[in-house]
Structure formats: C-alpha cells, structure tokens
C-alpha cells in the first residue's frame, strides 16, 4: 500500500501581458534541479494499527495493512526579473529562473506484527519496494519534460505590464509557476496510475498466498 502527499506548491494564477512592453534583450537562463532518494528510510517499529491511520486511503474491510510506502512530489520555481519603466507602468522581462522539483520524506513502513525474516516481512517489503521504483520511474520520465517546459515557457514568455515596479517583478515568476503546475500535477496523477496498479484486491490475495497459513 502507498499513500501519496499532494504536490506541495502554491498553484498562481497567471498575469496577462501588456502589448506595449518591447522584446526582451536577452533570453533568460533557466537552471532546473531535480533529485530523488538514494533509498527509502526503513521503520518496523509501528503497529498494524499505526500503518491503518498513517493512510488516507479507505482500505477494504477485513484486509491487514503490513506495509505502507510515503513520500511527497515537491517543487519551487523561483527568479529575478529586468524591469523598465513603461508609461504609466512597468515592464518586467523574466531574466533569470530555477525550478527546483524534488521527491521528499520517501518512507518504508513494514507492521511490527511481522517478524524480520519472517516470510510476511520479506513479501511485504518486496512490495513497498515496488512503490519506490514505480515513483522513481515517474519521477525519471517527467522530470526532463519538466525541465524542457521550463526553459520552453521561460523563453517564449511575454513580458509582464503593470502599475507597480514590484508586482511586476513577482508576476512573471507567477504566471511561469502557474504554466508548470500542469506538468507536475501530470507527473503525480501517472505515479498515482502506476503505483494503484499493483494495490488491488487481487494483487493481495496474490501476496497472501506467498506465506503459509499460521494455524
């Protein structure tokens, strides 16, 4: 089982420009990062109980939870903007951007009622680490489109107009983050896909037939 945080960044709705504003000098340069955990933490330490309210989802009546997988999608699209004045108003040019989108707190969960080495222990863990391969497999199929929409939206945007020097500044990066959140909800929607693939009723009965039955 997997439980999956929502995409912690603040979707901005976007800021139109103004056609008075000329071309920009120069493109701007964009710096993408992106990183995922080496590996999960490990804990064994909670209960069958503890994992049941860890999760948000509803699980099927009478169906054990002995493991959990956590984690979060998190992004930060930050920048400087050249602003000349314009009229009555500003111009902002977005000048410099970095996108940073990172998967955090990634967290194996295996219920204290299964004995390490035990067979349950083992078959349990082997799934979880399913999970972290198929949000690692997300992660590493739409980062680089992400970071291609970066640069894409960074450098054919329109400059920005308005009545204040400073939030002309702040809109461009906020009209940028407001395009990329689509992206990102994209990349945790096909996590979201690929890891309820594999948690159905049927791939537990498979798992439960793995381990003899206890008398």
């Known amino acids: 089982m997997r439980i999956l945080f929502p995409l ?10 103004q056609a008075a504003c000329g071309p920009a000098a120069a493109p701007p340069t964009v710096a993408f990062k992106s990183s995922f955990p ?29 493991g959990l997988t956590k984690g979060s999608y998190a992004y930060k699209v930050t920048g400087e903007a050249l602003v000349r004045p314009d009229g009555n108003g500003f111009c902002a040019y977005l000048s410099k951007v970095d996108v940073t989108l990172e998967f955090k707190d990634l967290t194996i969960f295996v219920a204290k ?4 080495n035990g067979c349950e ?18 992660f590493d199929k739409h980062a680089p489109l992400a970071k291609a929409l970066a640069e ?8 920005v107009w ?8 702040q809109a461009t990066i906020k009209q940028l983050s407001a395009s990329l959140a689509q992206r990102f909800k994209a990349m945790q929607e096909d996590a979201d896909r690929s890891n309820g693939a594999i948690d159905t009723e049927q791939s537990y009965r498979y798992l439960d037939s793995l381990c003899p039955k206890k008398k």
């Open 162 to 169: 308005m009545t204040e020097r400073n939030a002309a500044s």
């Open 113 to 116: 009622e299964n004995p390490r």
């Open 8 to 17: 912690l960044a603040a979707i901005l709705a976007p800021v139109t420009a």
């Open 38 to 66: 080496a590996q999960p933490v490990f804990y064994d330490a909670y209960s069958r109980a503890d994992l049941a309210r860890f999760t948000t989802r509803k699980a099927t009546p009478g169906r054990v939870i002995n």
């Open 152 to 159: 894409q939206l960074a450098r054919s945007q329109a400059p």
């Open 121 to 138: 222990y083992k078959v349990t863990l082997t799934h979880e680490m399913q999970h972290v391969q198929l949000y690692r497999q997300s």
